[in-house]
């Protein structure tokens, strides 16, 4: 079948498009595309490999954007990675709002050193009740002014409810300084935001016209990871766990239908179907199985099912090791998810869980930051015969590479292609 | 010794772990014995989570009941002669390790020795550690990791002070879960301890 293949240089841009989405959506459906498809999360990689700073991506789009089209230019991948926040954002909205919850490149951490999320107890145990009672008014008169600085004076607006009575008795409040200054800085920082999203719209359209797809546009998180990152830290929810179970889980049903619009609503928008979910504290080692099947997995299931039942795709990640769970993911419908996995055994996942979910995966990170051409080239042969067999298989990293060597990345993907022909 | 202290703090009974804890101290136990049995427990929790029974929730539990109960005790414990007191010891647990069941019992031990103790808590970055050093000027620093992931993390922490110029007026001890002496040589440190006593002799050694 091989030789009969049209080399990918003779296609039009629009041809290239149309496979390489069939060749993902065949593979997550179960069947055998083509070839293995493949596709990669960039994240800070186009940075290094176009010589620009991390700290560019937050203050100069047309670098970014020009970084990142070089990229999937050069290595032509089927899909890549939406331009997510945390790897770039707009850095002076940022600035403005004096947000606390991420260090970024030139803030707060080198100007070449990948962003960190500052994970803290931003909700305290004793204010689970507020959030389950009213979790807007909670997240706008405390979670805002406690994660930026210059937004506390919506600390000083009275309970939400009261606008039960009208705007009218509300409003002269907006006169007292610090509230005034709240919403001074949301003014300053909407223009600022509008633009950063045109140009990502623009970067997108362009992407799209030169024939590569963009994975996702919409994410979600689990209902646990959402608080534990969000609004109580590891250390709190570990507690809660033993302290205020209940309450725990009251919050995650809390947030779950907004979780789930969240997936949808921009899914919709964009008609592109797969929503990514990072999934971060239900590992092996972060919690027990009875804890993540009392406290983490009903909710991840269902906002699933909910992604699903809207005709979409949920694509998990999966990260660090799922070997000791992996059997809970066959209670999803066969061929609706697209299951990428870190460090989990796939070899092992692809004969217990791979005639019910699309696996992806099977290149190790820290191989394309260390490893030589023929060991990259070894380990994707190997991963498409065993993962791939049968269809199924996306190829894709353990996580991003950041870090690794283009000759590395581009023998990888460029070996898909060889040893992928189905 | 009580049996029943011992089960309920294994058993992450936190409630009735503190009850009992107070009622113990109230009926004249020994501060030092109802010490004894957290210690007791903790090996126990160790135990289960080494075997993957207990996970982080119960590790962070246990620490969150020794520290309630030490907070308890302490008033009731004599401080010892032995060390002059005020004697500055910095603890944390080094970046990018979230354990604090080993630290804070090096922490309480040190503590009612008659260190004056900065726990920096957990994951500390190397220049949280500097920063620290140069604004208290400590005789002892403690860097305390439970993964593997902290050796690197403690020879990076070593090299910081270094560069910072720090190192030839602290001492540095390492310890907890898997650190060991070769650890403390790859991390360039000055002394392993493999456990919260090896910890306090240590330091009264160095400060004598």
Known sequence: MANKVIPDEKKTAEQLYAERVKRVEDATALNMPDRVPSFICQEGFPARYAGITYEEAFYDQDKWFAANEKTMVDFAPDMYFALMAGVSAPGKSWERLGYLQHKWPGHGIGPDTAFQFVEGEYMKAEEYDHFLDDPTDFLIRVYLPRTNTELAGLGMLPPLKGLIMGASGFSPLLLAPPVASAFAALNDIAPIQAKWSAGEAEFYKKMTKLGFPVLFYSLSLAPFDMITDFLRGLRGIMLDMYRCPDKLKAAQDKLLPFMTAMAIGRAESTGNPRVFIPLHRGADGFMSLPQFEEFYWPWLKQLMLNIIDAGLIPMPFYEGRYDQRLEYLRELPKGKVLSWFDRTDLFKAKDIIGDVTCIAGGMPASLLHTGTVEEVRQVTKQAIEVIGKGGGYIMTSSTSFNDGKPELVKAWIDATKEFGVY | ?208
């Open chain 2, 1 to 208: 010794m009580s049996e029943k202290l011992i089960n309920t703090i294994a058993e992450m009974q936190e409630e009735e772990a503190l009850a009992l804890a107070k009622e113990l101290l109230a009926s004249g136990t020994p501060p030092s014995t109802i010490l004894d049995d957290c210690r007791s427990a903790m090996e126990i929790v160790g135990k289960r989570f080494e075997e993957g029974q207990y996970f982080i929730a119960e590790l962070i539990l246990a620490g969150e009941m020794v520290k309630a109960i030490s907070t308890e005790v302490k008033p009731h414990l004599k401080i010892s002669q032995a060390t002059q007191k005020g004697s500055k010891v910095v603890v944390g647990t080094v970046k990018g390790d979230i354990h604090d069941i080993g630290k804070d019992i090096v922490v309480f031990m040190l503590d009612v020795n008659g260190f004056e103790v900065y726990d920096l808590g957990i994951d500390v970055p190397p220049q949280t550690f500097v920063d620290k050093i140069k604004e208290v000027k400590p005789v002892v620093v403690g860097l305390s990791g439970f993964l593997t992931l902290s050796f690197e993390s403690m020879k990076e922490t070593v090299a910081a002070i270094k560069a910072a110029g720090q190192r030839d007026s602290v001492k540095i001890m390492v310890g907890g879960g898997t650190v060991d002496e070769r650890v403390c040589e790859y991390a360039e440190a000055d002394a392993f301890g493999i456990d919260a006593m090896t910890a306090v002799s240590l330091a009264k050694g160095w400060t004598k």
